[in-house]
């Protein structure tokens, strides 16, 4: 490959991935039905200043390398004619360049004796190059984007849907105890009273984030750029640790659902302990709110082959369940119940909660940066306050397996 090319290749590359790092900003503020912070919005005019820069810095190469490929193209249609100025038929053929010898091996394999005949005496007469003879020629390019297997879907607080973080401390209320009404025992006879008493759930911001000290030298000379990588994995790993975070915190307060026995499972059995725990959510919200079931990706293993796609009729999950649909976080419905699959899920269990039941607040403080100009590096950091909070603790309720 000729250098020209190896740039242009490139710089294709990185535009490709600073274009990949932008949608990732794009669906990360979508998937959360918000706007672009302040933050992301100066990574994403970073990331597009750099494309136009580079898409100028391709120009000139993309206009040198189109002259060298007609240059070429012209050469290998005067080849016929050069070829047959050589006069002596045994005499090593000597191809005035690259296109000439393609246009030979083109033709010999058309069939075309006479070009047969010319490659035979080329490869016969000359000594064989090949890759190992020229080591310091051959480049190792690095292909964009970079391979990084971390789940940031966030399956349960997507399906809350994060609140704003109104502040370090706040509270939420909430009636512990309704007015009452009655029958009035006769006329002119006291109706029934009963006061309202409304309790507080008390909530304290949590700080989750994390940083990393790069060289210098490892943002100037890295193809992806390091510092666009190193941010993109630590927004991945926060999704993943505050998800796992508010589902530990529903799983500890949740009320103990309908086990499921030892051994393999029923479809029947399965669903009696979700219509169960709906049972108890609706005692427990007074049917607000939407339910959901979510379980880990261990556990598909045992749900997953009791309810498969296109399911004979009557069924408890129509449609079934597809394997491949967890990259999403849905993989179906049973008796009507969502379920999701989420990382942060522990192992035999299934949680089944209402969204009147449990909240998420959150407030991304984004990416941050502070330059070291005494070693020559940059520190980076990611940061946000999360906070999942529980309304209703028998509004949520865990359904385990016996081992």
Known sequence: MRATDSMLARYTAEIEERQSFLDGLVEAAETESRDLSEKEMELATRARDRIKAVNELMQPLEEARKISGDSSERIAQLAKYMNAKEGDDAKEPEYRSAGA????????????????????????????QTTADNPGLIPSPVIAPVVNFVDSSRPLVSWLGPRQLPGQNWSRPKVTQHTNV??????????????????????TAATYGGYVNVSRQDVDF?????????????AGVYAAVTEAAAIA???????????????????????????????????ATKGQGRVAAFVSPSYLATIGPIFPPG????????????????????????????????????TNRILVLSSAAAEAYEDRIGSLQ??????????????????????????????????
Do not use: C
């Not at 393609?102 to 007469?125: N, P, S, T």
């Not at 890295?222 to 630590?234: F, H, R, Y």
């Open 101 to 128: 010898y393609l246009i030979d091996r083109w033709r010999a394999g058309l069939g075309e004796q006479e070009a047969v005949r010319r490659l035979d005496l080329y490869h016969r007469a000359a000594a064989h």
């Open 182 to 203: 009655a029958v009035q025992s006769a006329e002119k006879a006291e109706l029934v009273s009963q006061k309202m008493t409304i309790a507080k759930i008390a909530a």
């Open 222 to 234: 890295t193809q992806p750029g390091i510092m666009d990588v190193i941010i993109g994995d630590l």
């Open 249 to 283: 915190a529903f799983d500890a307060a949740a009320t103990a659902g309908l086990g499921l026995p030892t051994g393999a499972n029923t479809a029947d059995q399965i669903a009696a302990s979700l219509w169960d725990a709906a049972s108890k959510i609706y005692t």
């Open 311 to 346: 399911p004979a009729v009557p069924s408890q999950a129509p449609g079934g369940f597809e394997a491949a649909g967890f990259a999403t976080g849905l993989v179906g419905q049973i008796s009507g119940i969502p379920v999701y699959v989420s990382a942060g899920v522990g």
């Open 370 to 403: 502070v330059v070291e100009p005494s070693v020559l590096g940059v520190q980076v950091a990611y940061a946000g306050y999360f906070v999942p909070l529980v309304i209703e603790a028998t509004g949520i309720v865990k359904v385990t397996k016996t081992p």
